[in-house]
């Protein structure tokens, strides 16, 4: 996707609310990926993700008229995804919770040797990077809701504090401080444990068919290796400005964003062909 810059987004925003059905799609386009990725991290799995982004392009659109170009077009986006997935209920996690005590224990005392083969002829290696990825995000599980949105923020979309500040309304100060706090527990984590992101003992590959079995990665179902990724900058016009707190971005490069999957996108297509989209638009 090419980067579109605020002033454009606007500008189709504008045509949108009008009846522009093009300008709608492409408004739409523009913003997909930048929903997806923040839902993906929020919610920590593909499924869930996918259709918290449903919900939040449909949240985006039914109140397009709102916008009122107070301030810029993602930022105003940021905020209806932000505090839709601070109050989402539905995903795998917010049904059984977790946090890093437990995680850790997982790591150092589950009994990963007894396990038998269960990656039903796929490549361990292909598995090893599936569950690193899905490992990592799904430790961000382990923080508050809050102080995870905080991170993403700030880590994967590098939003300055000004504009992180207006999307969860808060100071720009007690957001910088916020988002110290919140990296440094996971960069301590990451050196405790990990033995792919920090100095820890534990080993992807190791563990690849105690994830199987207890449904942490499914073999014919590898979503982190088969999405495409992408820049952070294709994801729209975020500012790359984030002041330094910290040293510790090395830590986090697992934060990458990926593409949102075809099937997302073909289900956002056939919503914005509907019939019913200029009621709904007009709602």
């Known amino acids: 996707m090419d980067q579109k810059t605020n002033e454009t987004l606007s500008a189709l925003a504008a045509r949108a609310t009008a009846g522009d059905k093009e300008a709608l799609e492409e408004l739409v386009a523009g913003v997909q990926d930048m929903v997806f990725n923040l839902s993906l991290r929020m919610l920590g799995t593909f499924a869930d993700a996918e259709d918290a982004t449903q919900d939040i392009l449909l949240k985006m659109v039914t109140h397009l008229s709102s916008f009122r170009g107070e301030s810029a077009f993602t930022t105003w986006v940021f905020r209806i995804a932000a505090n839709h997935l601070k109050n989402y209920k539905k995903h795998m996690f917010a049904k059984r919770p977790l946090n890093f005590s437990f995680y850790g224990d997982d790591i150092e005392n589950a009994n990963i040797h007894d396990v038998p083969d269960l990656t039903q002829n796929v490549e361990k290696e292909l598995l090893a990077e599936e569950l690193k990825m899905s490992c990592t995000n799904v430790m961000l599980q382990c923080l508050d809701v ?13 939003l300055d504090s000004r504009i992180a500040g207006e999307i969860l309304d808060m100071t720009p100060e007690a957001y910088r401080q916020k988002l110290s706090r919140v990296r440094k527990k996971m ?59 910290d040293d510790l971005s090395q830590d986090f490069s697992f934060c990458r964003p990926y593409r949102s999957p075809e099937r997302t996108r073909q289900m956002i297509r056939e919503f914005l062909a509907s019939t019913q989209l200029s009621v709904i638009r007009n709602s």
């Open 187 to 245: 960069a301590e984590f990451l050196g405790q444990y990990c033995g792919e992101y920090g100095g820890g003992t534990c080993k992807c590959r190791d563990r690849v068919n105690y994830a199987i079995q207890g449904h942490r990665i499914d073999p014919q179902r590898l979503d982190y290796v088969t999405a495409t990724e992408i820049p952070p900058e294709t994801m729209a016009d975020v500012k790359q400005a984030m002041e330094e707190i």
């Open 146 to 158: 809050e102080s995870r949105c905080i991170f993403i923020l700030g880590t994967m979309f590098r």
